[in-house]
């Protein structure tokens, strides 16, 4: 079987840029066999969230290669320059490109590397394969669309696989029911349940005011109601000294602080990227319901201070118990549909790994991502969009990715070259599952 240098888990914008990275160092003379294993059947970058009107909330300079290498074939000017559009690109006078386009711009640079990908697999299970008294290996197994299991070699791993939709302890139990979907999959749902009536939105960040206005436009005119705790939609702070912590070397402060001042960095900038829309979205959110109250129209209506208690599942639609925080008493409505823009968690590289616990130090990364492990464990594995706690709030969007992969990239060539492992002799198996 084949023994890969490095294996890549997901083929996202981190894993992209990775790609491009290593491929740069080729041309430096270093030669990593790399490959990439992404659950989607093509490129697709939040799918079901690619929305009409909606725009990057980051400059199009922060994309997969330019803070890395300006002269890189990957920057999104070439891209533009590639696709003939660069002067009329510079004519709409942005930083801020359509989702649509960045999306076009992430899946040319991934076409780049379609003999370096494999999609439609999912990753289940990385296993740890002992060599004498060391494990100096680690077994890739992942699942195809027909439920073929396939396994694979690889002395390194980069593990970036996004996050995973969160769901409020309240829903756990409708999961199964489609009428409650999360906003990963809004567009998928909301086509199944195009005649939804009445629609409850849980959420008001970025996501949950987007789909408002996406709710709000379409040709059925459900009616929606947002939901959410707080007073007020706050919107994003994107200001030029507090974007500072955005920056590259703002990494290297947030690593090097302690747990507890690493939490009041947190607490304090939170609000930059967390349940903080743009403004621009927010004003556009008002002036619905300021003209509501002009017509006296009652389409809509802001549930703010209020969080749902209970959720359950009828069959003349979902049932929310929704708790009122400032007047302190419940009351019910039923739905038709109901949308969870509820954030996502990032630790589903933990169950991945989990077979390799034994050998990691409680998940813990190093300074360039890369997870603390026993002397009897050679592989080097590096996490990207799951370091938020160590490296800061950048870490799970696209503000330091470039930058990363270099970082990562120097820490794996360490790893590369280390004395190798020799090939086995048994071929890439592919085994049915249960
Ligand atoms: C709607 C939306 C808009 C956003 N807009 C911005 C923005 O404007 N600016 C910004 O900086 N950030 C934005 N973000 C944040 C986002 O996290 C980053 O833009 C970027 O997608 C991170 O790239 P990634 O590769 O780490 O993760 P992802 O883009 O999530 O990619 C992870 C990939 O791994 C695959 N995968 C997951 N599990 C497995 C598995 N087990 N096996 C195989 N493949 C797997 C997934 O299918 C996916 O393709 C946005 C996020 C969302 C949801």
Not at 280 to 292: A, K, M
Request: charged share 25%.
């Amino acid at each position: 079987m084949q023994i890969h240098d490095v294996i890549g888990i997901g083929f996202g914008p981190s894993n992209i840029a990775l790609a491009i990275t290593l491929e740069e160092k080729k041309q430096e003379g270093y030669d990593i066999d790399s490959f990439f294993i992404e659950k989607q059947p093509s490129f697709a970058w939040h799918a079901n969230m690619m929305l009409d009107n909606t725009h990057m909330q980051i400059s199009f300079l922060k994309d997969l290669a330019t803070m890395r290498n300006p002269s890189s074939h990957f920057t999104f000017i070439n891209y533009l320059h590639q696709k003939q559009r660069l002067q009329d690109f510079i004519n709409l006078k942005t930083f801020f490109p359509s989702r649509h386009e960045f999306n076009d711009y992430l899946a040319w640079a991934a076409a780049h590397f379609n003999h370096r990908c494999v999609y439609g697999e999912e990753v289940f299970e990385v296993l740890p394969e002992r060599r004498k008294d060391e494990v100096s290996l680690l077994r890739i197994r992942s699942r195809d669309s027909h439920n073929i299991v396939h396994e694979r070699l690889t002395r390194n791993l980069i593990v970036s696989v996004g996050g995973t939709p969160n769901i409020p302890e309240c829903f756990r139990s409708l999961k199964s029911d489609s009428r409650i979907f999360h906003s990963n999959s809004y567009l998928r749902e909301i086509a199944r349940h195009g005649d939804a009536k009445k629609i409850a939105i849980v959420g008001a960040g970025q996501s949950g005011a987007e789909i408002f206005m996406d709710l709000h436009d379409r040709p059925g005119a459900p009616h929606v109601d947002l939901i959410m705790r707080a007073r007020a939609i706050k919107p994003s702070d994107d200001s030029p000294f507090v974007n500072e912590i955005f920056n590259t070397d703002f990494t290297d402060f947030v690593f090097s602080r302690s747990n507890q001042e690493r939490g009041s960095l947190m607490n304090e900038y939170w609000h930059t990227n967390y349940a903080a829309p743009d403004l621009v979205l927010i004003e556009r959110i008002f002036d619905v319901f300021y003209q509501q109250r002009v017509t006296g129209n009652t389409r809509h209506r802001f549930l703010r201070r209020h969080e749902v208690a209970g959720a359950l599942a009828l069959s003349e639609g979902i049932q929310l118990t929704l708790r009122n925080l400032n007047a302190g008493c419940e009351h019910v409505e039923t739905y038709d549909a109901v949308v969870l823009a509820t954030g996502y968690s990032r630790d589903h590289h933990r169950s991945l790994l989990a077979p390799l616990s034994p050998y990691l130090d409680s998940f813990t990364v190093d300074r360039q991502y890369r997870l603390q492990s026993t002397p009897d464990f050679r592989p080097a594995i590096f996490l990207q969009g799951a370091c938020e706690s160590s490296h800061g709030l950048s870490d799970t969007l696209l503000s330091v990715t470039a930058v990363r992969t270099d970082e990562i990239g120097h820490a794996l060539l360490s790893a590369v070259h280390e004395p190798a492992v020799t090939q086995t002799d048994s071929p890439i198996r592919a085994v049915a599952s249960r």
